[in-house]
């Protein structure tokens, strides 16, 4: 057998607590990275084509070889299967041939995403995979070039860089940086989940469409915006009763919006969690685009946590245990025989 070295990386999910919509408008967003991870290994291949193994979303073991910038894939592959791996091989190609393992099972329940970031965390992981293969250390920028090439060109960025940094933060798009956040003293953050995916991508388009079809949504745009700044301010300060009004703020005008554009934000589970909040006063809102994936509940008050748990379990909703405590990407190296 031949020894080769392995390279590992593994790079967080993430959950956006709020931002999201004004982070395409130019706002700040404050994210926080989870521990689900998707793990990428490579190493160099003792056979004249490259070889691709992925779980997930898809479980799939092709060969590949790369003419320059393009992979070829074998006869038979499914393009979107291994779309997110063409973009990301497109940006980092490599000299010679290899392996290359990806697993994000954890971000997934069966082939549904979980709403935790999967493409992103892929990105961040293979894509750093592959540049370190070739001897080099991705830049944020070429990470997101190759995530928005599988997006179409869509989304503010603020996934891919939230995981490559890793922990709590605030992430502004323009131009693109990342500022790591203290989680305040108190505030406690429960996770919910959806039984289904939300549909991020068209959201997205949904309302880039609203926000340039009339000059009448300016107004209603500036207050989101407006609202997702005095968040992150209230989060750099550290302030937890702070940062529940400003969450409160937030909600009222992104539920203005989503009523004017009809994105639906509330749809799914969210609108009836969002009573169970509500109902103890806690603060509950969507993540991300809404409609589906994950919602957060946030409160300074233990019993009012409580309460909203019992009552969300009780009705039937998953809660997972989602640490957050300085989650980060990880680079490791190991020998392997094959």
């Not at 790369?66 to 074998?74: D, E, L, R, S, Y």
């Not at 750099?236 to 009763?241: F, I």
């Not at 919006?257 to 009809?262: G, P, T």
Request: aromatic residues 6%; charged residues 15%; negative net charge.
């Amino acid at each position: 057998m031949t020894r080769f070295e392995q390279l590992t990386v593994r790079a967080p999910g993430k959950l956006m607590i709020a931002g999201e919509y004004a982070v395409l408008l130019g706002a700040p967003a404050v994210l926080t990275c989870v521990d689900r991870f998707a793990v990428a290994g490579i190493l160099a291949s003792d056979n004249a084509e490259s070889r691709l193994v992925l779980r997930g979303g898809t479980a799939l073991d092709t060969r590949f070889s790369m003419n320059g910038t393009v992979p070829a894939f074998a006869a038979g592959t499914a393009p979107q299967a291994i779309s997110l791996v063409s973009a990301l091989l497109g940006e980092f190609p490599p000299a010679t041939a290899l392996e290359l393992h990806i697993d994000s099972r954890e971000l997934y329940a069966g082939e549904r995403k979980l709403g935790l970031g999967s493409s992103a965390a892929v990105t961040v992981a293979a894509g750093r995979a592959l540049s370190l293969f070739s001897g080099n250390e991705p830049t944020l920028a070429s990470l997101d070039a190759a995530h928005r090439r599988f997006q179409g060109g869509q989304g503010s960025g603020a996934d891919v860089a939230a995981i490559a940094h890793g922990g709590t933060l605030v992430f502004e798009p323009a131009p693109q940086c990342v500022r790591a956040l203290s989680w305040p003293t108190g505030l406690q953050m429960q996770a919910v989940a959806c039984s289904h995916a939300a549909a991020t991508v068209a959201r997205v388009l949904k309302f880039q469409q609203w926000q340039q079809s009339a000059r009448q949504h300016l107004a209603l745009a500036h207050k989101l915006v407006e609202a997702a700044q005095h968040l992150a301010d209230a989060w750099q300060q550290g302030d937890g009763a702070a940062i529940i009004d400003e969450v409160r703020r937030f909600i009222v005008h992104i539920l203005a919006v989503d009523e004017a554009a009809a994105l639906g934000y509330l749809a799914g589970e969210h609108r009836e969690l969002l009573r169970l909040a509500s109902d103890v006063g806690v603060v509950y809102k969507p993540c991300g685009a809404g409609g589906g994936d994950f919602g957060i509940a946030l409160s300074m008050d233990d019993d009012a946590m409580r309460a909203f748990v019992s009552l969300a379990r009780d009705n039937g909703f998953s809660l997972p245990e989602l640490g957050m405590t300085d989650i980060t990407p990880t680079v490791s190296r190991s020998a392997r025989q094959v």
